[in-house]
Nanobody, 117 residues
Framework: QVQLVESGGGLVQPGGSLRLSCAASGSIFSINTMGWYRQAPGKQRELVATITSGGNTFYADSVKGRFSISRDNAKSTMYLQMNSLKPEDTAVYYC???????????WGQGTQVTVSS
């Protein structure tokens, strides 16, 4: 089993920056993919970015060029650096880990990000 805990959310003005963290613990497999998802009120959960254990990344078009995903395998922690934030980025951000070869998914509790003047 894997436990994921997000942190770093909060209130920020448009154009500002925020850095989210996701700390993983438990029986973590070496080969896995981690990612960030977000869900705004009245909207379905959407993929923001993913990163493999080897460092390969993927970004949704809506955040490409503004967000940067990274991970520190030694610390079992994943990060999401968010720059040039827009009001439409407002959502609860969730951390996800997928164990390759099994399709097993683990989710964090979520952290609120609010972009407003």
């Amino acid at each position: 089993q894997v436990q994921l805990v997000e942190s770093g959310g909060g209130l920020v003005q448009p154009g500002g920056s925020l850095r989210l963290s996701c700390a993983a613990s438990g029986s973590i497999f070496s080969i896995n993919t981690m990612g960030w998802y977000r869900q705004a009120p009245g909207k379905q959960r959407e993929l923001v970015a993913t990163i493999t254990s080897g460092g390969n990344t993927f970004y949704a078009d809506s955040v490409k060029g503004r967000f940067s995903i990274s991970r520190d395998n030694a610390k079992s922690t994943m990060y999401l650096q968010m720059n040039s934030l827009k009001p439409e980025d407002t959502a609860v951000y969730y951390c996800k880990l997928t164990v390759l070869g099994t399709g097993l998914n683990f989710w964090g509790q979520g952290t609120q990000v609010t972009v407003s003047s």
